[in-house]
């Protein structure tokens, strides 16, 4: 325990605090990001597998390479008073009392950002658990904390981060999921402040947000750790969106994945278990779904396809194929890749003891060791856990010869068939009980207590290596189940094995959501259930309608009642299910450019609307409905047996019915009308939004060659079309499009089109929709030369440039080649008396 301050000093530009008890160090970051340690262990070690942005050498630069950013932080100043001293520097000022011993953080305006609770800020307990806590208010709301069950708010909850193979669970209670990702955004609700907090250590750990009460201190939370340091990087908004890009330029953002990693995923456990043939069932199937007019872009093969047969029986053994369902896996790559699917074969990083190449990945020394204890009652080797199919070993990513050897096997058993995607799963190495089983950790030693939550984030990375050494263009889609901070960097991840029901449906929208704000941008949740009974037809409809606003859409089961989940498995209901799909096609453009921000800025694709709307009191709470990218609001239908759909719109705002153009001003809830057909969808005013104008069955084979440009020119508006050839690294080489898009408001509206880059858009025709249900256009120019205004609805469908208001949609349509270059478009609605001109 920490009661008062000894010294204070700058050093080197960083602040040591000496108390009686820990020793305390600051360092400004950024302008915006503080980083205060409290050095339980004494040594200060450098040595971080999650940041990519660092102000000091770090042990392990090396194991980051280009990853890894050094900054130069700001310049630091001290005022040192008897009772106080001051640190100031960039927007930040850090005020040290003295005794009692308390840190507090404030940001220029002097909004109190953190404070230390006095007596409780740094401690270790008897069980060498260290604790943070943090002064609150009580009615402060906590977002974040990467994935979570239950509502989005996480106030007055305890929340565990300790990753689980958490097969079938409640989306609304199970704790803790698959996830180590300790960062989290408070809002004051008093002044609309948001501040984020990255506790940065891979210790299993816990949240208490408000929960506890106690007479002697007041309202707080507390960050409690199973080890190594309180090393906090405090980031300031005011935006969540602020502190979200902030916190993601610390850890990393996303890749910029193939297009086809947005199309439907298809995958069931169902046909990598078969007796044999299960290639000839997986082409089968996707000959189905075209057949059922519905696109689909990849298969993700279950672990299945490595079952052999052992001593115990037929037993999963990862980098092995069976020859009985596979006999020819590069033959069936290949028919695949001729139907435009990419197959991404399931990867686990456990080895049975009774796999068939034990010897060999014995021999290259590659696992996890026992721990000392465990060597003396049984000798020197490998650690033993809990696995599929029995006892045991799971291999050491913290060791450099490990990844290596895995990148070669790898290459050879999976990659080398004929793919560039990899689906890592089971990566929570929840299995080994014994905590203290020693992990190499580049050399030095450690516990795999310390370090099993970042083994999926380096085999990810090791995936990423080896998807790339073998194709030096191939743009890697890797996928992965678990996952700590910086997870982002490499892999498109799901919410897990989650359960069949309404509620899933439900709170996995919060999940996905809580995913979103700490970094994860491209994430989603098993449509129609992963574990239990087959869902009823409604349910499915409802879970497709929902997932395709998801960034990753899989159908993906393993029923309990021998099922087998499929878009087509209720014939009355697949034209609904089509229908989706189809949409999910045709939001392809503004998907994409959704991906191509989240790669550049962090910022979520789907987005809380408390984020969007930080203003806005009343929407604090709200998971049900959220935004995808600025312009569209989805509002999903997730109960049973729906007529209504109700919801509170954000004040402030205006928002358009996306089918029917009814306008809907913010600030009230509305009630609209709704079949097992709707899909909830509204757009907002200054919305701009890119479709593809014409039906996608493949986003691998297909192009976007009519886009159409919605537009709710309420207020201005502004949005990024990105564009490359999706496929190929060629855009790290400059090879993108990007069409700045630029709307003002007013009676003439005009739309500013501004390209940059090289790659040349396969875009032929631009057609677009420009929303104004009161009143048709007076006129309409295109770089300043008048479009033809055409009255027939056919002879529009015909005409090469001209202009038709549709008063049922409520909108103005304006078709026009699309130019290689710049477009200007300005539309008058300007009042004009045909009568007494």
């Not at 087959?534 to 879970?543: I, N």
Request: proline content about 6%; hydrophobic content about 40%; some cysteine.
């Amino acid at each position: 325990m920490s009661t008062r301050v000894e010294t204070v000093e700058l050093v080197d530009g960083w602040v040591r605090v000496r108390t009686d008890g820990v020793e305390v160090r600051l360092l400004l970051v950024t302008e915006d990001v503080v980083r205060i340690r409290a050095g339980f262990d004494g040594d200060f070690a450098e040595e971080s597998y999650s940041l990519v942005t660092t102000a000091w050498p770090d042990r392990l630069d090396g194991v980051l390479g280009d990853e890894r950013t050094r900054v130069t932080p700001p310049a630091l100043t001290l005022q040192d008073g008897a009772e106080q001293a001051v640190v100031t520097g960039g927007r930040l000022r850090v005020e040290i009392d003295k005794e009692p011993f308390r840190l507090r953080v404030l940001d220029e305006a002097g909004t109190v950002l953190h404070s230390d609770v006095v007596g409780l800020g740094y401690l270790e307990d008897a069980n060498g658990r260290r604790i943070h806590t943090s002064e609150i208010d009580p009615d402060d709301a906590f977002y974040g904390f990467g994935e979570t069950a239950g509502p989005l708010n996480k106030a007055r909850r305890l929340l565990t981060l300790s990753p689980k193979d958490a097969l079938g669970y409640d989306a609304r209670d199970t704790d803790p999921l698959y996830k180590h990702i300790p960062f989290y955004l408070r809002l004051d609700r008093r002044s609309r402040t948001a501040v984020g907090y990255f506790y940065h250590n891979t210790y299993a750990c816990d949240f208490d947000l408000g929960r506890e009460k106690s007479n002697y201190w007041p309202a707080h939370s507390r960050y409690r750790t199973d080890g190594g340091d309180i090393d906090l990087f405090l980031i300031a908004g005011p935006a969540i969106r602020d502190v979200v890009q902030r916190y993601t330029a610390l850890t990393g953002r996303p890749p910029l994945l193939p297009k086809y990693a947005l199309g439907y995923l298809a995958s069931s456990m169902y046909y990598a278990e078969l007796e044999s043939g299960s290639d000839e069932a997986i082409t089968r199937f996707i000959d189905i779904a075209r057949a059922e007019g519905i696109p689909v872009d990849g298969f993700q093969l279950s672990s299945g396809y490595c079952t052999q047969d052992t001593p115990a029986g037929p037993k999963r053994a990862v980098l092995t194929w069976n020859d009985r369902r596979f006999p020819d896996p590069p033959a069936f790559f290949t028919a695949m890749a001729e139907r435009g699917i990419t197959v991404s074969p399931n990867v686990k990083p456990g080895v049975l003891d009774v796999h068939p190449r034990m010897a060999e990945f014995a021999d290259a020394d590659v696992f996890v060791r026992r721990s000392a204890d465990a060597v003396a009652t049984a000798g020197e080797g490998p650690a033993v856990g809990a696995w599929w199919g029995g006892p045991g070993r799971f291999v050491d990513f913290t060791r450099p010869a490990a990844r290596e050897s895995w990148k070669a096997w790898l290459t050879d058993a999976v990659l080398a068939q004929g793919t560039t995607s990899v689906w890592n799963d089971n990566c929570e190495y929840d299995g080994i009980i014994d905590q203290d089983s020693v992990v190499d950790f580049e050399g030095t030693g450690a516990t795999i207590g310390r370090l099993r939550t970042v083994m999926a984030n380096l085999m990810c990375q090791v995936t990423q290596e080896a998807i790339i050494e073998r194709d030096p263009d191939a743009r890697p889609y890797i996928v992965c189940r678990a996952g700590h901070a910086g997870i982002q960097r490499y892999a498109q991840t799901w919410a897990g094995d989650n359960s069949t029901s309404w509620e899933s449906l439900r709170y996995n929208i919060a999940t996905i959501l809580g995913m979103s704000l700490s970094g994860v941008a491209n994430q989603g949740a098993d449509i129609g259930g992963f574990h239990g009974p087959a869902p009823d037809p409604e349910l499915l409809v409802r879970w497709v309608q929902h997932g395709i606003f998801q960034p990753r859409f899989s159908i993906h089961s393993v029923n309990s009642d021998n099922t087998v989940t499929e878009p087509w498995m209720f014939a009355s209901h697949t034209v609904y299910v089509r229908d989706a799909i189809k949409l999910r096609y045709r939001l392809f453009p503004y998907l994409y450019s959704l991906m191509a921000r989240a790669h550049r800025t962090g910022l979520p694709i789907m987005e809380p609307l408390v984020s969007a709307f930080q203003d806005d009191p009343e929407v604090d709470e709200t998971f049900t409905e959220f935004m995808l990218g600025d312009a569209l609001l989805v509002a999903n239908v997730l109960e049973p047996g729906a007529t209504t759909r109700s919801l509170r719109l954000p004040a402030g705002e205006v928002f358009y019915d996306a089918w029917t153009r009814e306008r809907h001003d913010g600030g009230q809830t509305i009630t609209l009308p709704v079949d097992l057909s709707s899909i909830p969808v509204l757009v907002r005013g200054g919305g701009i939004v890119p479709l593809a104008a014409h039906d996608l069955d493949s986003l691998t084979r297909d192009v976007v060659n009519e886009l159409r440009l919605v537009c709710a020119p309420d207020r201005d508006g502004h949005t990024v079309l990105y564009e490359d050839d999706g496929l190929t690294r060629a855009h790290e080489r400059g090879e993108y499009l990007e069409t700045d898009v630029r709307m003002t408001a007013g009676d003439r509206v005009t739309l500013t089109l501004t390209r940059r880059g090289t790659f040349r858009s396969p875009v032929r025709r631009l057609l677009l929709d420009v929303i104004h249900p009161d009143r048709a256009p007076f006129w309409v120019e295109a770089d300043g030369r008048r479009v033809p205004h055409v009255l027939y609805r056919e002879d529009f469908a015909m005409a090469d440039r001209g202009w038709y208001y549709d008063p049922e949609l409520g909108s103005v349509l304006i078709t026009l080649p699309n130019p290689d270059g710049d477009l200007a478009v300005t539309v008058s609605f300007e009042p004009f008396d045909m009568i007494g001109m």
